[in-house]
């Protein structure tokens, strides 16, 4: 019998999140307690940038911006929120969606499956990704079960499950 197998990813949903970004900006020009704030929420290439008179009202839009990712379905795992700066008259945090499991990570799951999983599983790093591959399903289930209990700061998929 050839062995089944599953990859773990971590993407992010660029709709889903341009859609929760877009949601984020109106409620930010519709709420009254921003109004003449110059509070924002915008693109900026690939980050996300909030922009507001003070650090207390920035992190109110970035507060804003979280709820609406998570109704939509993405994790705040998957958000690397930057540091408040102050520049002039505004403050600024900038923000990027993080996709793809870094070295780091991907060595400390293979690392806990290892410990921690059934013997007859094998992981192995595919670039961003892993393959975890055993002859038995259960097995594979197991460690499913395992990696949603850990808590990794890394969210997680499971696809291609042959």
């Known amino acids: 019998m050839a062995d089944s197998s599953f990859d773990i990813v971590s993407k992010v949903d660029h709709q889903e999140a341009d859609n929760a970004l877009n949601q984020a900006r109106k409620e930010v020009e519709q709420r009254y307690d921003f109004k003449g704030t110059g509070a924002s929420v915008e693109w900026s290439g690939e980050q996300i940038l909030v922009k507001a008179s003070t650090e207390e009202r920035a992190k109110a839009v970035l507060d804003v911006l979280e709820s609406k990712l998570i109704k939509r379905g993405i994790s705040l795992k998957s958000l690397d929120v930057g540091e408040p700066v102050q520049g002039g008259k505004e403050v600024r945090i900038t923000s990027s969606l993080k996709d793809g499991i870094s070295q780091d990570s991907a060595k400390k799951i293979t690392k806990l499956i290892r410990d921690e999983g059934p013997r007859s599983v094998k992981a192995q790093i595919q670039g961003d990704e892993l393959r975890v591959q055993s002859k038995s ?3 594979l289930q197991e460690v499913q079960r ?7 700061d890394v969210d997680l998929q499971f696809v291609n499950y042959r």
């Open 146 to 152: 395992l990696l949603k209990a850990a808590d990794l």
């Open 137 to 139: 399903r259960d097995d």
